[in-house]
């Protein structure tokens, strides 16, 4: 099976990846952290600001992957900090409607350009 690379102007990529990678049926969404992809850098503010930003490049690759919120099966959320937890989460809940794509959150000592957190997804094309 061949990969299929997705990429998206309103995303950033701080290495050597696709946004995306379409494999079959599904779609890989690379972690996306709190860039902003008009300036290059980090979003300042707090963990509510960095996880929306983190949507927001995340739904520029699943909007050019053709692809849309619902499509999402699988979501990986990777904290600096655990506390951070119920602030992410009040975020995360207006991204998605019910029924809520599975959820990993993982506790991590560090992200890349010291980002308070990384999103990451899998998404199904519709057959």
Same mark, same amino acid.
């Given at each position: *099976?061949?990969?299929?690379?997705?990429?998206?102007?309103?995303?950033?990529?701080?290495?050597? !990846?696709?946004? %995306?990678? +379409?494999?079959? +049926?599904?779609? !890989?969404?690379?972690?996306?952290?709190?860039?902003?992809?008009?300036? =290059? #850098?980090?979003? +300042?503010?707090?963990?509510?600001?960095?996880? #929306? $930003?983190?949507?927001?490049?995340?739904?520029?690759?699943? &909007?050019?992957?053709?692809?849309?919120? $619902?499509?999402?099966?699988?979501?990986?959320?990777?904290?600096?900090? *655990?506390?951070?937890?119920?602030? *992410?989460? &009040?975020? !995360?809940? =207006? $991204?998605?409607?019910?029924?809520?794509?599975?959820?990993?959150?993982?506790?991590? %000592?560090?992200?890349?350009?010291?980002? $308070?957190? &990384?999103? &990451? *997804?899998?998404?199904? #094309? %519709?057959?």
């Amino acid at each position: *099976m061949t990969r299929i690379a997705i990429n998206a102007k309103g995303a950033v990529a701080v290495g050597p !990846y696709s946004h %995306a990678v +379409e494999a079959g +049926e599904t779609v !890989y969404f690379s972690g996306q952290t709190p860039i902003d992809s008009n300036t =290059g #850098k980090l979003v +300042e503010g707090d963990i509510s600001a960095q996880t #929306k $930003q983190c949507f927001i490049n995340l739904f520029n690759v699943l &909007e050019a992957a053709g692809l849309q919120p $619902q499509d999402v099966i699988k979501v990986n959320v990777f904290l600096t900090n *655990m506390d951070n937890f119920k602030a *992410m989460n &009040e975020v !995360y809940e =207006g $991204q998605f409607s019910t029924p809520y794509p599975a959820r990993t959150t993982i506790g991590v %000592a560090s992200l890349p350009l010291n980002a $308070q957190v &990384e999103i &990451e *997804m899998i998404a199904r #094309k %519709a057959v």
